[in-house]
Each structure stands twice: as structure tokens, then as C-alpha cells.
């Protein structure tokens, strides 16, 4: 079955910079990989998405990339604000449509 | 237009107790799922419906874990008897259809068992 593998799992950068967090999975058969935030005592939230018929996906600062032959993804945050802190985590469907999960990224924001 | 309701959002019973959880789910959103997230790991799928119907529950430990999903709308997850372990947060999302993958989350129930 699928198996995603997120990194890194603690993530802590300057106010302004930019932030990268990659997750690698193992079905080739997926094709949908949502990255999801999640704040202290809420659920986790939808925050962008890719299909494996894209390469790359912007929303604002928010930046999603697949390699397919890699079988990685990644999410770039650019420009990062305090507000960005939260755990977040990736996930990849399987042929059932169910997501498989990464184990989370705990990004922190200095300021 | 209103999200996933989850109630209540933190509960604390003693082990061997029995626990229920309830969901609303968003309007018109087929799919409803119940995930387990124990603390410091990612969310795990216990249950999925599509309307009243059960498609998958291949994780649900059937032994001391029920859920029902009546008229393909509000849902509940019960644990009898609870034990230690079970300590999570028990989190409910819905999705359009069973073949839309965008999956949407209520605020979680926190569980604690002593």
C-alpha cells in the first residue's frame, strides 16, 4: 500500500524567509497530493493541492511542486509570516481516494 | 456556508467507560469520514461512508469501536469500553463524493481516558 514519508519534522525560520517541506511517496498510482495545516486545538485545514497532471501549483505565497518519476512533492512557503506557524502535513490518495498521511512538519516562525 | 461540527470537543472518562462523538458534516457533502490523530502523528482513517453506507472500516477495531451514519447525514463514533490508548484526538471530515478527494475537517474531539 501507499507509504508517505515526510521531512523534515521540526522546521524553524527567520520571519521573511522562505520554507520548503518535501514528502516522498511510494504508489505510483497516486494522483492527488493536498498539503494540509494544522493549528493548536483545530482541525486540519485544506490549504493547497496538486494533480499528477500538474507540475507545479502557486496561491499567493503558498507553492506546491510534484516530480512524478521522483515520486516527491513539496511545499514552498515564501515570504513567511508569524501566522504561518503551524504543524503541517501532506498526504497522497490511494486508488480508494483515501489519503495516506506524512507524519507532520512542525514549522516555527522567529521573529 | 457552514463546516464540519463536531461535538463535544473535549471529553475525559475513565478507562472501560463508554465515549460517543458526534458529526455534522457539510451540507450536501456525501462522504464522511472519521480519522484518529494521536498526538505528534498524522490523522488515521478508522471509518469512511459514502451516504448511509459503509465503503470502508478496514481499521475500525470492531471490538470496542461503532459507527453508524443514519439518514447519509449527521454521523456518531462510539468507543465501549475505552482504554488508555485511545487517548487521541478523534477528528471528522466530509467530501463532496466518494470520488472527490478534497476532504474537509471539524475541529476534533479530544479524548482523554484515565
Known amino acids: 500500500g501507499e507509504n508517505v514519508e515526510q521531512h523534515p519534522s521540526t522546521l524553524s525560520v527567520q520571519e521573511g524567509d522562505s520554507a520548503v517541506i518535501k514528502c516522498t511517496y511510494s504508489d505510483s498510482a497516486s494522483n492527488y497530493f493536498p498539503w494540509y495545516k494544522q493549528e493548536l486545538g483545530k482541525g486540519p485545514q485544506l490549504i493547497i493541492d496538486?494533480?499528477?497532471n500538474v507540475g507545479e501549483k502557486k496561491d499567493q505565497r503558498i507553492a506546491v511542486t510534484l516530480n512524478k518519476t521522483a515520486k516527491h512533492f513539496s511545499l514552498h512557503i515564501t515570504e513567511t509570516q508569524p501566522e504561518d506557524s503551524a504543524v503541517y502535513f501532506c498526504a497522497a490518495s490511494d486508488s480508494n481516494y483515501q489519503l495516506i498521511w506524512g507524519a507532520g512538519t512542525k514549522l516555527i516562525i522567529k521573529p | 456556508e457552514a463546516g464540519v461540527a463536531q461535538s463535544p470537543r473535549y471529553k475525559i472518562i475513565e478507562k472501560r467507560q463508554s465515549v460517543a462523538f458526534w458529526c455534522n458534516p457539510i451540507s450536501g457533502h456525501a462522504t464522511l469520514y472519521w480519522y484518529q490523530q494521536i498526538l505528534g502523528q498524522g490523522p488515521k482513517l478508522l471509518i469512511q461512508?459514502?451516504?448511509?453506507?459503509?465503503?470502508?472500516d478496514s481499521q475500525l477495531p470492531k471490538d470496542r469501536f461503532s459507527a453508524e451514519r443514519l439518514k447519509g447525514v449527521d454521523s456518531t463514533l462510539k468507543i465501549q469500553p475505552a482504554k488508555l490508548e485511545d487517548s487521541a484526538v478523534y477528528l471528522c471530515?466530509?467530501?463532496?463524493?466518494?470520488?472527490?478527494?478534497?476532504?474537509?475537517f471539524g475541529p476534533g474531539t479530544r479524548l482523554t481516558v484515565t
Open positions: 471530515a466530509s467530501s463532496l463524493a466518494s470520488g472527490a478527494y478534497e476532504q474537509y
Open positions: 461512508f459514502q451516504n448511509n453506507g459503509v465503503v470502508d
Open positions: 496538486i494533480r499528477s
